[in-house]
């Protein structure tokens, strides 16, 4: 479970990075979500939003597979997504 929370800290790091985004700056919160993102990745085979509920059909759900499909809309207008883990830079 380490190693697979490392991977997905890494992974959405360098993803933040390539989008000008930071992580959520609040250690607490941000390992809230990692551990809720690798929970599904162990449950359910995909880092399903650990913020949103799956609605059990697999083409919905894909829509919430982190970064999820909304995550874009909600940095530009909110400055961060509704997991709190991708931050707006600015």
Known sequence: MQ???A????WAQQYAEENGWVLNP???VLDAVIR???RNQM???ERYCPCRI???EPEADTAIIC???YHTDEIASDGHCHCNLFFDHS
Not at 7 to 10: K, Q, R, V, Y
């Open 3 to 5: 190693k697979m929370r």
């Open 7 to 10: 991977e997905i800290l890494s």
């Open 26 to 28: 609040d250690p607490v």
């Open 36 to 38: 809720g993102l690798v």
């Open 43 to 45: 449950k359910k085979g």
């Open 54 to 56: 799956m609605t059990g």
């Open 67 to 69: 970064p999820c499909r």
